[in-house]
């Protein structure tokens, strides 16, 4: 009898053991791809983890504050998820300070971080010499997108190359009765619009120091105050029905002909293919007007919140693993409309715009991060309160730059 | 006024004598004199300026994406398609999964049937000591409670999560029951103690004269006549759970999201392409279980705020 | 002895599910948000106390100016509405018309549909070149504009619009069971003495509906102060921050922006005129009940 049950305990032990090593380190994930094709991207992630053993607990939230509030509550109350995404900017850095996410040098230096990403890159992500995200995907925020169809109809014969010359474009499209500027009228299209001018106009260095380095003299320079008066001079070219439509509705402009140009990240891409349009056929796409205009990267990324269960040390350290694949971040790109990190990766099987995109990324002169990779959330949102009131209201530019003074000041 | 006056005879004042002339009052009001005429006028008016968006809604559910982009939101659609409602019910990415919104449905329920029961019981009771027995200093309590109806919920949220935290029930379906009652209690606690302030006290007094104690009056002479304004509190409460949004985001763990989060979901990407139709029929859809709850129950909310729910 | 105690007990303890909510839950969660409205709290509250330097910066931020001055503009408004167009609603169906249960459907169904979506629909039909303004554009009054959602000065009545869709239906149910409680006695005195029909509702039916109205007014007085679904799904506080409003602007702060001081502070301030309300309100009632 005692015999009986020491094997019985044995064989449940047995059992329960294979079962647990069968079934792989669990990984909830909490992230904001909820479209039919970020929906698609992430699938491949998971695929990808499912393949190599683990398993995959999908928490998606669509809208990216939501998401990240709900990490942060997470995070809070106790009941972190194994990986949670950010973007590539400084909305964590107060949980790293909190001492709240892991790290994952070890990745990080197998694979030579600090050499195949773009440095903008790792200066979010390496902080006081750890590195505390895994990297997905790079969008870039300020491309230009036309129509071909409306740009003959404009008898608009090549890509406009100085912001003069774009200006005249935009003036041929309003003669011949287009839209010239595509525009949604939301806070963060008018960022976007302004960070286009800013690179665009004012070049990489006034760019940094205003961004980057928040330079009050350079804030109040002249130089940029040309820059805050081409960006109004945009308003004139946008029709008058787009305050508060969603990007996406302002692209539909473009694919049919109706506008002549949208500027919008690299994501408006999927709006076009999905209606059956081809870069270089039915529609165009510009990184930048010059060959050195700074190529404007942001991206996501996934950061692991730091615990004591075993299981879940597992399971990131798994998951770091798989995500750095430049198998995965290939097939997670694809289906995404971004292009991968790394600076080494292979293009074959992207498109003509995602490929001029990778081959910018690897002139180290170029890659410059959008402004929420330098500005805490806060003054990014200050910043984007004054533009967008200046681009609604009939402010004075003196006023506009006084005021994004103060609001970068802090 | 109204010949079938809904109203029960414990609140509504005279109410027998109006059984005898309605059928002479009915015949004739038949006439249509400028008066009804403009009557029907003014109700069918505002019944087209309610019905505007839901038109919207459906007739953008039944297009296709194409020609939805091409504009023109009241024009009929040429090719309807039911391909939206299948999308939005069982098909639609909200995530890694894309199964449609219908796999919130059951945790929806889950949430919102004790969600409901627990904060009118509470409601009950409260409002019944409120004006009954208007124990020391619990009009105190109650003015902290209404001004705490007016501060936003997101306000509360991180206190709600470190407490829960600490009870160790954060991100489960208690947690979200809990906090539901949290924030259903003040409208609950209003609907009732109104109600009760509004029968009469001679029942009451009737009552105790005849030795119950504060249970034995509540469950034998008060809660069995509150079935109307139970239906009230029960069509408001349900509606504000169903409906809600960030709490069931925040707090009820990713095994009970609600269906809310799921139409969140389909409806809110932010640099993912937007399928308006698919939203439309989702939407729709979601909204079912209040409307069906409405109309089931429609006579009754009316007649429930009649028995003195709201009377101050 | 030791009975009556307990039966005196009872009351108490019945009531400390409500003790427990009330003090713990909304008077503890109120001081502490004014304790974190005390310091420079970022993503995560913190210690770091820095006196009322984040009430400076609120009245210092002109969206916050501007989300106080909407609010009022939108609150008078919005009440008004739905108390008017409820009240004439619930009048008009309680007059025996045929169909009584469909129209009142109607008029309760927006209630029951999320805001995130319905929002939409109505930026779409104020949206000018399409909507309304198309409609109209197409039936003829090509000189008639209507495009006050893309308005800095209009765009928050938009949002009154669309929300007193969404509540009139419920004050028009609160209303008419109000209306039917009345004594119908009232009617048939007032035609036999030849009062006609719209000053037996202006001096006698209203005045007996006050304590409907009251609670109504409270109801909608809350939704007031928590506008931020309709706001968010059809202007996005916009164009640029015209039809901004405190309760987003606390929420942007709180989560966007990382900013958990300055949400605090935000919230203590939107408080302040409730209690400012609230209390002489309290006291009034509590000298009635006295009485």
Known sequence: ?410 | MNPDTTAPPMAAPAPAAHDQPAPAVRRARRRLTPARIGLYVFLLGAALFFLLPLYVMVVTSLKTMDEIRQGGIFALPHAATLEPWRLAWSGVCTGAACEGVRTGFWNSVAITVPATILPILLGAVNGYALSFWRPRGANVLFGILMAGAFVPVQVMIYPLVRVLALAGIFGSLPAIVLVHLVFGMPVMTLLFRNYYCGVPHELFHAARIDGGGFWRIFLQVMLPMSLPVVVVAAIMQVTGVWNDYILGLVFAGRDHMPMMVQLNNVINTTTGTRQYNVNMAATILTGLVPLALYFVSGRWFVRGIAAGAVKG | ?291
């Not at chain 1, 015999?3 to 064989?11: D, E, I, P, V």
């Not at chain 3, 002109?62 to 008004?80: C, D, K, T």
Request: glycine share 8%; with cysteine.
């Open chain 3, 1 to 291: 002895m030791a009975r009556r105690s307990l039966s005196r007990a009872t009351p108490y303890a019945a009531l400390l599910p409500m003790a427990v909510v009330a003090a713990l839950g909304y008077l503890g969660a109120g001081l502490w948000t004014f304790y974190i409205s005390l310091t420079g709290s970022r993503t995560f509250p913190s210690g770091h106390f820095i006196g009322f330097a984040q009430y400076h910066r609120l009245f210092d931020n002109e969206r916050w100016m501007l989300s106080l001055h909407n609010l009022a503009a939108y609150g008078v408004l919005f009440v008004l509405a739905s108390l008017v167009i409820g009240f004439l609603l619930a009048v008009f169906i309680d007059q025996n018309v045929k169909g009584e249960g469909v129209f009142r459907t109607i008029f309760l169904y927006p209630y029951a549909m999320s805001f995130v979506a319905t929002g939409l629909v109505w930026q779409w039909l104020l949206t000018p070149g399409d909507g309304v303004d198309g409609a109209l554009r197409a039936l003829g009054f090509t000189h008639v504009r209507f495009d006050w959602i893309v308005s800095q000065d209009h765009a928050i009545y938009t949002v009154v619009a669309a929300t007193v869709w969404q509540a009139s239906g419920l004050v028009m149910a609160l209303m008419l069971a109000g209306l039917r409680g009345i004594d119908p006695e009232i009617w048939k005195a007032a035609r036999l003495d030849g009062i006609p029909a719209w000053r037996v509702y202006a001096q006698i039916v209203l005045p007996m509906l006050w304590p409907t109205i009251a609670t109504v007014l409270l109801l909608l007085a809350t939704a007031v102060a928590k506008l931020y679904d309709a706001v968010v799904a059809m202007t996005q506080g916009g164009p640029g921050i015209a039809s901004e409003v405190p309760a987003k602007f606390i929420m942007d702060h709180l989560f966007l922006r990382s900013n958990v001081g300055l949400a605090s502070a935000g919230a203590i301030v939107l408080l302040v005129p409730v209690l400012a309300l609230l209390a002489p309100y309290a006291y009034a009632r509590s000298r009635k009940e006295a009485a």
């Open chain 1, 1 to 410: 009898m005692y015999g009986t049950r020491r094997w019985l305990l044995c064989a449940s032990l047995c059992v329960s053991a294979a079962s647990a090593a069968y079934a792989g380190p669990t990984a909830e994930v909490i992230h904001w791809w909820t479209s039919g094709g970020e929906s698609a991207a992430v699938k491949q992630v998971a695929q990808a983890y499912r393949d190599a053993g683990g398993t995959w607990v999908d928490t998606a939230i669509a809208g990216g504050d939501q998401s990240r509030a709900v990490t942060i509550n997470r995070i809070i109350g106790g009941n972190p998820p194994a990986a949670a995404q950010f973007n590539t900017s400084k909305q964590f850095l107060d949980i790293i300070e909190e001492d709240m996410l892991g790290t994952v040098d070890d990745v990080a230096r197998r694979d030579h971080w600090d050499q195949v990403l773009p440095a903008p890159i790792v200066d979010v992500i390496k902080v006081r010499g750890h590195w505390y995200a895994v990297p997905m995907n790079l969008h870039m925020l300020t491309w230009i997108w036309y129509s071909k169809a409306a740009f003959a109809k404009a008898g608009i014969a090549r890509e406009p190359a100085s912001m003069d010359e774009l200006f005249a474009d935009l003036d041929k499209l309003k003669a011949a009765g287009l839209i010239p500027l595509a525009h949604g009228g939301q806070a963060w299209q008018e960022n976007l619009l302004f960070s286009m001018v800013l690179a665009n106009f004012g070049g990489r260095d006034l760019y940094l120091k205003v961004v980057r380095d928040r330079d009050q003299a350079a804030i109040r320079s002249d130089a940029f105050r040309k820059v805050l008066v081409a960006f109004k001079r945009l308003q004139g070219y946008v029709d008058p029905a787009s305050p508060g439509r969603n990007w996406n509705d302002a692209t539909a402009l473009v694919i049919a002909g109706k506008a002549g140009m949208q500027i919008m990240g690299d994501w408006a891409k999927g709006e076009f293919i999905a209606a059956g349009q081809a870069p270089g056929r039915q529609f165009g796409c510009l990184p930048g007007l010059s060959a050195d205009t700074p190529y404007l990267i942001q991206g996501d990324v996934f950061v692991f919140p730091k615990t004591d269960d075993a299981g879940t040390l597992r399971a990131q350290k798994l998951l770091v693993d798989v995500v750095d694949k430049p198998a995965v971040q290939r097939a997670f790109n694809k289906l995404k409309g971004s292009i991968p990190v790394r600076l080494d990766a292979d293009d074959s099987g992207f498109d003509a715009c995602a490929r001029q995109g990778m081959a910018i990324l690897r002139d180290p002169r170029r890659p410059v991060g959008v402004p929420e990779i330098y500005l805490s959330p806060d003054q990014n949102g200050a910043l984007q309160d004054v533009l967008t009131a200046f681009w609604n209201t009939d402010m004075p530019v003196e006023r506009a730059q006084n005021s994004i003074a103060s609001a970068l000041r802090y």
